[in-house]
T-cell receptor, first 117, second 110 residues
Framework: GAVVSQHPSRVICKSGTSVKIECRSL??????MFWYRQFPKQSLMLMAT?????????EQGVEKDKFLINHASLTLSTLTVTSAHPEDSSFYIC?????????????FGPGTRLTVL | QKEVEQNSGPLSVPEGAIASLNCTYS??????FFWYRQYSGKSPELIMF????GDKEDGRFTAQLNKASQYVSLLIRDSQPSDSATYLC??????????FGAGTTVTVRA
């Protein structure tokens, strides 16, 4: 299947700092990527839809000024958690939409585990 | 009614047996259906997609789709301990977002 990478895989930061997470589609172009968050033993929660060349759209209850998304190219979307706090500690996962096949398919990156001290 | 519902788990099967996972969806217009596997602490991995009524086989996995009944299933034959994971049924919505079921946790007993 298609490959989606994320960087970093794990990050530990102090409260109040900002953290940037990159999501790349390695062998296909993705005009749309999605950002999810998952707390332990809970379901994936969609945070936002990242669209290449336009503003991201956020799910209800997700603060757009706290979770900045930039989709500057067809293979890269970034999520910046600004002024991170301990409650932002979670597993952040991106997915990329592959429209090169006969039907839409989405592939997930390996995730980034964020720990805010 | 939830958009996607999966049979409640957890599901425990002995090694070598067939694990059967079921999923129903509410939007009759849905066209694309996916099964993802998620190991504990890892991200979901796409293992099967199916678009047409009938069966689709890939190795030990078989996906079955019945659009009239709004039902999709996944069979895992010759289950192995490495198949122990949470399996997520997903449907693509008109806005290209995925609707997930709650997941079924499968444990394969050696």
């Amino acid at each position: 299947g298609a490959v989606v990478s994320q960087h970093p895989s794990r990050v530990i930061c102090k409260s109040g700092t900002s953290v940037k997470i990159e999501c790349r589609s390695l062998d296909f172009q993705a005009t749309t990527m999605f950002w999810y968050r998952q707390f332990p033993k809970q379901s994936l929660m969609l945070m936002a839809t990242s669209n290449e060349g336009s503003k991201a759209t956020y799910e209800q209850g997700v603060e757009k000024d706290k979770f900045l998304i930039n989709h500057a190219s067809l293979t890269l979307s970034t999520l910046t958690v600004t002024s991170a706090h301990p409650e932002d500690s979670s597993f952040y996962i991106c997915s990329a939409r592959d429209t090169g096949l006969a039907r839409d398919t989405q592939y997930f990156g390996p995730g980034t585990r964020l720990t805010v001290l | 009614q939830k958009e996607v519902e999966q049979n409640s788990g957890p599901l425990s099967v002995p090694e070598g047996a067939i694990a059967s996972l079921n999923c129903t969806y509410s939007d009759r217009g849905s066209q694309s259906f996916f099964w993802y596997r998620q190991y504990s602490g890892k991200s979901p991995e796409l293992i099967m997609f199916i678009y047409s009524n009938g069966d689709k086989e890939d190795g030990r996995f078989t996906a079955q789709l019945n659009k009239a009944s709004q039902y999709v299933s996944l069979l895992i034959r010759d289950s192995q301990p490495s198949d122990s994971a949470t399996y997520l049924c997903a449907v693509i919505r008109d806005d290209y977002k995925l609707s997930f079921g709650a997941g079924t946790t499968v444990t394969v007993r050696a």
